[in-house]
């Protein structure tokens, strides 16, 4: 495999952490933060190419870069939709919406849809409890609670989609 994003100085950086250490999968998280400051994000295709080179399932490194926060996954996709995981969106049911959003997009919670269209990402209070679930497509605010079919998140989804 070609590697493009795991550069040398990475690589290089791997093998001084593999000196350390006896498991190659206690070099994980530094490799990911390598990678993190690097791009800034967890480019996905450093974690497919991480996976081949220190011969660890790719499953392995997505538990880690899902489990903490500070690994993101790039936000490569056009639209960035963001749901307030919070105690009042919390009880008024953001995982349903949740559910919904990822069965419509493709997309899931730091993963961009395979079109490219959509990201799904989990965030603290965005100030509008009133309305929990709330959740915003870019800038535009929704109410979660007004999503009572399928078609009416089918109708806010379209209008992104142009
Ligand atoms: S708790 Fe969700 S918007 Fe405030």
Redesign the pocket.
Known sequence: MEYRYLTEDIIQKIEECRKKFPLKEQCIIPALHHILDKYRDIVPEAVLELSDYLKVPVSHIEGIVSFYDMFRYRKNAKNHIRI???????L?N?RSLLEKIKEKTGADVGRSSPDGLWYIELV???????????FLINDDLYDGSKIKSSGDLDNILSRYVK
């Open positions: 307030c995981r919070n105690l009042p969106c919390h008024a953001f603290e209070c965005i100030g509008s409890c009133g309305i929990a679930p709330a």
